[in-house]
């Protein structure tokens, strides 16, 4: 029975507490016991509750703390006795009231053996004196078994009292009331015992000498069964207790304060599966509420303003790239310029000098400053999202949190820039000085541009995309404007050199030229930023202020003429993307303007643009311009085509399932949503035909997907009655077939052949230089040759004037010489043959003149970098401030 489970557990506890682990040989067999035994209370608890069900005994329960609170009010020592005979004298006996506090007692065991295995604090009083208490496996283990245990019970008490409040929810939940305060103390213990742990076997020695707990988590590697599985569960348990008991502990302000402390030090750690809990316990802590009187609502926003704060202050004290006011500068940090700073803001402060004044390995300052910006990222999202244990928290005391949406654009237009600010100023620099740390900063252009760049723009778009999710598209509608010009120049600093020349011509005066940029082939990054242009397309659709139709009757010329708006011009990015994967000479042209990615990563890429173009056929349905729908139709068209004829191409990206999947899909949303001028669409058939080939693929999605596509173009084709009106459609002379596909492509292949020619040319050029460098040297080493062997020198009484011009293949010399003596105003014909023999016999002069040629090339290829830091400029993609006022 449950009961006696629950004896045996704290029997076979006590039993571990007595034995030791090398010189007993029943451990091991008392060790399985247990183990196997919290596993199967884990199972049992998860599913049926502490009391399993069991109505009469949560009754009793209930009934005896009735009772007890009764004879408490009362505040005599034997009122409880006198409620409990009365009580007695009313049913039977006084041996039902005893029975009662009996099975109560007995239920109440298993919070005996919880608190027993977790540490208490005198084990971490010995731990920072310096004693020998390292946690082994079997402890980490147990540890991990009980507060598993404990979520189990928590979340099943939530889980009742959510939907029926039934009688064992809550006298399961006055059960763990009564222990619940304990338990998280000792949750607390063994948070910072595993913190202490860490260190002694990392860093042995110096935490006090100037590394504080935070500082110290930053360097080291945690154990996976020791440390990171003990960490997980003990703050999944903290956080399930602060979410069932809510307010009701918010007279314990120290428990509180030390979650927190302990939450912020292990936003720092390297392992990010302990930065998701420790992010999601601290999403969890406002509501406990209570801490200087303040509400749920006020801590709430008091914690988003912190994290946000510390976000830029890192960003700003490690690598102040540019200077703009957008990212919630430290200007705003509570308690940054009183006397009296958050815990937020301390332990950030502690972490920058840490940085500063520890660290002068360069690698390892990289590693906590992505690490800790990581941490802090990690906790934007989840206090947005408020998904603590994974579930959206639709909490009511949260009902009145204010958000500023202006400080989290700013923070997210930061990090979506921080690539092209890299390179920008990897450029700006000097090559002698790109090693070094730039100005008020702890790393170098080089190591921020090349090591770390993407990875932190991936940073703001989880920021973003969390916000679009926690907030909605109808909250967000006033910046509706900003967020779209942040996707869009996302995906502009993320596309190819060809698609972005292709699709949207109007950036070629921003990014045009720079070839020695590299942090845009990266195909994984690419997909990301699409994945946020779906995002805000699925949450505010069309950008456009006028209809469609008024886009069908326009004779405007070009295909930059297609997109007018920004969200536009981010949807004709994707085409390009989805296009440029799909072509069969994608894969032909060698090593030129390589991107970043295996296969797998193309797949992703393609998926994504497939999708974002599915979610604009949706969303935006009439709304979207003509242009653009036949642009999005065309792309479609081709993807249906190629994938119809997968079996006679060598693109084997198509035989990837999510590939035809994501195709298929978006061949229905073009089927399924009518043209802006009201008439359907021309893929029917084309749909049909390659669903039709896919029926019976051997992979359940990609049939599932071509059945649905089959059906729908069964509906689609049903006759129907002949219409009152038959109208024509107008055919645009002007637009040059702007949405046909394959000029498309073949303008895309165009424009790299250009780019490549240009790149032979460039190489070309610099070969000939060389050419020409070694025919010089060559000659000079001739001359050098032929001076040593005959030993001639220039008369004294001549003055000789060398001359050198350069021709696109040699050098020639040429020398005159006029005497001094006067009346001599030529020279015979001898004499002047001796004359030029010994002019280019003589090699001083060349000499002189090569380096003084060498040295003023070198000037003018510095002065030249110099006034071309100008085109290295950042683009003004990401200006926009305030809500966008229309009319």
């Known amino acids: 029975t449950n009961s006696s489970n629950c004896r045996r557990l704290l029997n076979l506890i006590r039993s571990l507490e007595k034995k030791e682990k090398d010189h007993d040989e029943t451990y091991e067999g008392v060790m399985q016991d247990t183990v196997e035994l919290l596993n199967h209370l884990i199972a049992l608890y998860s599913c049926h509750g502490l009391l399993v069900g069991n109505a009469q005994k949560a009754e009793n329960i209930l009934a005896t703390q009735s009772q007890t609170m009764d004879g408490g009010r009362r505040g005599n020592k034997k009122g409880n006795k006198v ?8 049913d039977h006996d006084l041996s039902i009231v005893a029975r009662q506090q009996e099975s109560s007692e007995d239920e109440s065991l298993i919070f005996t053996a919880v608190l027993r295995v977790l540490p208490p604090t005198a084990n971490l009083e010995s731990s920072k004196e310096g004693n020998n208490s390292k946690l082994d496996n079997d402890q980490a283990l147990l540890i991990s078994l009980v507060s598993e245990l404990c979520v189990a019970i928590t979340q099943r008490i939530i889980q009742e009292m959510d939907t029926t409040e039934s009688t064992c929810a809550v006298a399961e939940y006055e059960l763990l009331a009564q222990f619940g305060k304990q338990i998280l103390a000792g949750l607390v213990t063994t948070m ?151 815990p937020t803001a301390t332990m950030v402060d502690n972490w920058v000098h840490f940085v500063r004044r520890k660290l002068s390995d360069e690698s390892a300052r990289l590693k906590c400053f992505y690490q800790f910006t990581r ?80 990875s932190i723009k991936e940073l703001g778009h989880d920021i973003l995309d969390c916000s679009l999710a926690a907030m909605g598209g109808p909250t967000l509608l006033p910046y509706a404007r900003r967020i779209i010009r942040i996707c869009y120049a996302s995906i502009l600093t993320s596309c190819s050199g060809p698609v972005r020349k292709i699709m949207d011509p109007s950036s070629v005066a921003q990014l045009e030229g720079k070839k020695r940029r590299w942090l845009h082939l990266s195909i994984a990054m690419r997909a990301r930023s699409i994945k946020s242009v779906e995002s805000i397309i699925a949450a505010f659709g069309s950008d456009n202020s006028g209809s469609g139709a008024s886009f069908f009757v326009s004779r405007l010329s070009g295909r930059s003429a297609t997109a007018s708006t920004d969200g536009e011009r981010a949807i004709a990015l994707v085409v390009g993307c989805f296009v440029e994967q799909i072509s069969t000479k994608k894969t032909a042209m060698g090593d030129f303007d390589v991107d970043w990615g295996n296969y797998e990563d193309r797949m992703h890429l393609i998926v994504a643009s497939s999708n974002c173009l599915s979610t604009s056929m949706m969303s935006c349905g009439g709304y979207l311009p003509f242009k653009m729908h036949s642009l999005i139709e065309s792309a479609a068209k081709t993807a249906l085509s190629v994938l119809n004829k997968a079996h006679q191409t060598p693109l084997q990206i ?107 040319r460039a190489e070309e050029a610099d070969a000939s230089q060389r050419e020409q460098a070694k025919a010089k040297r060559r000659l000079r080493d001739e001359t050098r040759q032929e001076k040593s062997s005959n030993g001639k020198k220039l008369p004294s009484n001549k003055k000789i004037r060398t001359q050198l011009t350069k021709d696109e293949d040699s050098f020639t010399i040429d020398a005159a010489a006029k005497l001094e003596k006067p009346g001599n105003s030529a020279l015979g014909e001898e004499e002047e043959r001796v004359l030029r023999q010994e002019a280019e016999e003589d090699t001083s002069l060349p000499e002189v003149s090569d380096k003084v040629e060498v040295r003023n090339n070198k000037e003018a290829k510095e002065q030249g970098a110099e006034e071309g830091e100008e085109d290295d400029g950042l683009p003004e993609i990401f200006a926009g401030d305030g809500p966008d006022v229309s009319d």
């Open 192 to 342: 910072q015992l595993v913190a202490l742990d860490i260190v002694a076997r990392n860093l042995p020695g110096k935490l006090g000498a100037g590394y504080s707990m935070e500082c110290c988590l930053t360097l080291v590697r945690l154990c996976d069964l020791v440390h990171i599985q003990t960490l997980n569960s003990a703050m999944k348990a903290a956080g399930s207790l602060v979410t069932l008991f809510g307010t009701k502990l918010s007279r314990s302000t120290s428990l509180l304060l030390d979650l927190h402390t302990q939450s912020l030090r292990f936003l720092t750690v390297s392992d990010s599966s302990v930065q998701e809990s420790a992010a999601r316990l601290l999403s969890l802590l406002p509501l406990a509420g209570g801490v200087d009187r303040k509400s749920p609502s006020d801590l709430w926003n008091i914690q988003v303003s912190d994290i946000l704060s510390a976000l830029s202050r890192v960003l700003e004290a490690v690598a102040p790239l540019a200077n703009n006011n957008n990212s919630g500068s430290v200007e705003g940090f509570p308690g940054r310029d009183s006397t009296t700073k958050t």
């Open 654 to 760: 198509l035989t990837w399932a999510p590939v035809k999947i994501s195709i298929l899909q978006l061949g229905r949303n073009c089927v399924a949503t009518p043209c802006p001028d009201g008439a359907s669409s021309l893929l029917v058939e084309l749909l049909a035909a390659t669903a039709k080939g896919l029926e019976n693929d051997m992979d359940l999605g990609v049939s599932l997907a071509a059945k649905s596509a089959l059906r729908l173009c069964d509906t689609v084709c049903v006759p129907r009655a002949p219409a009152l009106l038959y109208i024509s459609r107008a055919v645009d002379s002007s637009s040059n077939n702007q949405g046909d596909i394959s000029s498309l492509a073949k303008d895309l292949e165009f424009a790299r052949d250009e780019a490549k020619q240009a790149k032979l």
């Open 83 to 90: 409620n409990i005979s009365k009580a007695a004298s009313n």
């Open 375 to 454: 941490g802090l990222t990690k906790a934007i999202c989840c206090l947005l999202l408020q998904e603590g244990l994974g579930n959206p928290a639709s909490n009511a005391s949260l009902v009145d949190v204010e958000v500023d949406i202006q400080r989290i654009l700013g923070v997210v237009e930061s990090l979506v820039s921080f690539p092209l600010s890299a390179e920008t100023v990897y450029y700006k620099t000097k090559k002698r000085l790109r090693d070094e740390v730039v100005d008020n900063g702890l790393l170098s252009p080089r190591v921020i541009a090349t090591q770390i760049a993407n």
